[in-house]
DNA sequence: CGTTCCTCCTGCTAGC
DNA sequence: TGCTAGCAGGAGGAAC
C-alpha cells in the first residue's frame, strides 16, 4: 500500500500491534525480499532475534522498525512496500499466503508479523540509525525521529506531515528548477511521501497541468500546489487511504476507502468533478497521469511535450 | 553535478 | 475459450 497515507496506516499498526514486544525468530524466505540487506538473508534473521521493538517510524514511504537487539546499538528494520508489499499481523498458524516472504515471531507468542509481497518490489533490511540529516533546522522543530533515520533514508526528503517538512525553502528549490511539477512532486528526495495517486489529486486541486515547469510557476502557485499535496495526504489518511483492491490493506487486512473521493487518479473518460470535462489520462515517466484538459491547461511554448 | 530513463516482478483485464 | 499486450499505488542506479 504504497503512498504516504497508506504507509501511515500500516506503522500505526504496527505500533498498536508490534512496538514493545521481543522478537523470539525471523524467517526470510528467497534472497531476494532482503536484496537491500547486504550481508544477506540469513544474517537479517539471526541479528532480529532477542531484539526489542521500540519504535514504529516512518519518513515519506519508508518505514521502520526500530530494533534494540543483544550486542548493538539500536538497529532499524527498514521495511519499504514498494508497490505490492502488505504487514500482516497474523496467528501463526494462519494460512501462508502465497507471496508471503518473510515471518517475525515474538516471545509471547501473540501473533506474529508477516511481510506478503506480490511483485516483490518491496523490501527488509538492518541497518545503523545515523542522525536526521533534517532536523534542528533553524525554525523547524525538529526532527519527530528520536532514535534518527535509516542509513538508506538518507537522502529522503522530509514529507510534508512531519515537523522538519520546510515548505517555503522547498517553494524557493523548486523556483529555481527546470522539471516538470509532477516530476518533482514525485521526487522523494525533494518532498517524501507523494506517489501517482496523490501527485494527480493534488494538481487536479490546485488545477495545475502536470507538465507545467516549476519554475514558470509563481511561489504563490508552488505552494498552493504543495499545500493541497499535504490536504490531500491528510484526508486520506482519514479514510484509512486509498485502496481499489485486496492488495492495499491495513495490519489486520481491511482496505481504506479515499477511493471515493478521487477527482482525477483512474478516471479516464469520467467527468470532471469541477466543470463536466472527459478526465483523461496520458503517458508519463513509465506511468500515467489524470488530469482535466480544461481546468489544467497544457502549458504551452517550447518545453511543452 | 542534476536530470531522465530503464528495469526489477506478478497478476489482472481488455481486446482480439 | 484462449492468447497476449498493456497496465498497476515505486525507486535505485545507469546513462546522459
Known amino acids: 500500500m504504497p503512498e504516504l497515507p497508506e504507509v501511515e496506516v500500516v506503522r500505526r499498526g504496527l505500533a498498536a500491534h508490534v512496538v514493545g514486544r521481543r522478537i523470539s525468530a525471523a524467517t526470510l524466505t528467497g534472497a531476494r525480499v532482503a536484496r537491500r540487506h547486504d550481508a544477506g538473508p540469513f544474517d537479517l534473521a539471526d541479528r532480529l532475534v532477542d531484539g526489542q521493538v521500540l519504535a514504529a517510524d516512518r ?18 528494520l527498514v521495511i519499504h512496500l514498494g508497490m505490492s508489499g502488505q504487514l500482516l499481523v497474523e496467528a501463526a498458524d494462519a494460512p501462508r499466503e502465497k507471496h508471503l516472504h518473510a515471518t517475525v515471531d515474538f516471545a509471547d507468542d501473540g501473533p506474529q508479523l508477516r511481510f506478503v509481497d506480490q511483485r516483490t518490489f518491496g523490501g527488509l ?53 527546470h522539471t516538470a511539477i509532477k516530476r518533482a512532486l514525485l521526487d522523494q528526495g525533494k518532498v517524501s511521501g507523494v506517489g501517482n495517486i496523490y501527485a494527480d489529486e493534488a494538481l487536479w486541486r490546485a488545477r495545475v497541468h502536470p507538465l ?54 483512474g478516471r479516464e473518460g469520467e467527468p470532471c468533478d469541477r466543470c463536466g470535462t472527459p478526465i483523461r489520462r496520458e503517458a508519463f515517466m513509465n506511468r500515467s497521469s489524470h488530469y482535466c484538459p480544461r481546468c489544467q491547461p497544457r502549458p504551452r511554448g517550447p518545453r511543452a511535450r
Not at 59 to 76: H, I
Open 59 to 76: 519518513r515519506g514511504k519508508y518505514l521502520w522498525l526500530v530494533v534494540q537487539t543483544p550486542a548493538e546499538d539500536p538497529q532499524a
Open 125 to 177: 533490511a538492518l541497518t545503523e540509525l545515523i542522525p536526521d540529516p533534517y532536523a534542528e533546522g533553524h525554525h523547524s522543530h525538529g526532527s519527530h525521529h528520536s532514535h534518527g533515520v535509516p542509513v538508506p533514508v538518507r537522502h529522503i526528503a522530509p514529507d510534508p506531515l512531519e515537523p522538519a517538512y520546510d515548505q517555503p525553502a522547498l517553494v524557493r528549490l523548486l523556483k529555481g528548477r
Open 212 to 265: 507545467r515547469e516549476t519554475s514558470a510557476l509563481t511561489k504563490p502557485a508552488l505552494g498552493r500546489v504543495l499545500d493541497h499535496a499535504a490536504e490531500v495526504m491528510r484526508e486520506a489518511l482519514g479514510q484509512g487511504g486509498t485502496s481499489f483492491d485486496s492488495l492495499y490493506v491495513n495490519v489486520n487486512g481491511a482496505s481504506g476507502y479515499f477511493d471515493r473521493s478521487l477527482h482525477a487518479y
